[in-house]
Each structure stands twice: as C-alpha cells, then as structure tokens.
C-alpha cells in the first residue's frame, strides 16, 4: 500500500474527488483546508514586488496602481483583475506584502490614465519621461513575476 498526500486548488477539488469516485481501490483518509499557504500564484506576485522593491523601481506609493491597472487590463492570464484599489491593497497585505501605499493614493492614480497598456497615457503628465517610468513599473513588475513563476517551476518540476 502507499500513501500521497496532495494539495489541490479549491476549483480542482471536485473533478479530482470525481476522479477518485471512479477508482475503488482508493480510499481517501483525511481531508483538510489550507489557509495560511500561499499558492504558487500568490507567491509569485509576492516575489515579483519585492524585487521591485529592492530594485528601487517605486517611487511613490501610488506606482502599485499602475501594477493593479496593468492586471485589471488583462496583462497576466493568473488574475481576473480586482473590483477595487482596497481589493488589491487588501490582497497585496493578504499575501505578506507590508508598508502599503493609501487607497487613496491608488484610486487617484487609477483615475489619471487614459487607455490600454502599453499604450497608456496620464492625464497629469505632459512630458514622456514620467509617462515611460510608470510603463516601465509595469514592464518591470511582468518580468518579475515571470522570473518568479520560472524559478516556481524549476523548484518544483524538476524534482
């Protein structure tokens, strides 16, 4: 006899209960939630904005709003957006990340921009350099994450 022991998605839980129905010599012997466990996708954002902030890439507290528009706008296929900037500040907080910036700060910055990423533009800001800066949080926020879900990969697939 051999025993596993699995962590599943909350959405995989019943096809994979349904698989098991169909296998008599399974016999399940413990069920249990986890909820203090980040899953890969929440570890992965976690990663990717702490490099942002030992890389120094924000500059003020409302650079988070360009990250939740960038997801909002359909930017990482992990993430359906959030319904608010509390909602991501609470998410952001939820997963470990601390010293974030005001809802208010989010929300103003959420107002400014005009369009889809990359092709933002701000309604405060005439010049390019600044336009660039906050495109480039965003740039540099997918490139983190990407790094994070690649080393998740390696850490776990290669096993």
Not at 26 to 41: A, C, F, K, P, W
Not at 94 to 108: A, H, K
Request: contains cysteine; charged residues 25%.
């Amino acid at each position: 006899m051999r025993q596993i022991v699995l962590n599943l998605d909350d959405e995989a839980f019943e096809p994979f209960m349904g698989l098991l129905a169909l296998c008599r010599q399974v016999q399940i012997v413990g069920e249990s939630e986890v909820t203090d466990v980040l899953n890969n996708r929440d570890q992965c954002m976690k990663q990717a904005i702490e490099t942002l902030r030992e890389n120094k890439v924000f500059k003020h507290g409302y650079d988070f709003a360009w990250i939740m528009v960038a997801i909002n706008q359909g930017v990482l296929d992990d993430y359906e957006g959030f319904r608010s900037p509390q909602a991501f500040l609470d998410y952001l907080y939820e997963i470990g990340i601390d010293n974030l910036p005001s809802r208010y700060s989010l929300s103003r910055a959420y107002s400014i921009i005009f369009h889809t990423y990359p092709d933002w533009t701000f309604k405060d800001v005439d010049g390019a350099t600044e336009t660039l800066r906050r495109k480039n949080v965003v740039r540099q926020f997918l490139t983190a994450y990407a790094a994070a879900k690649r080393g998740l990969c390696n850490k776990f697939c290669n096993k």
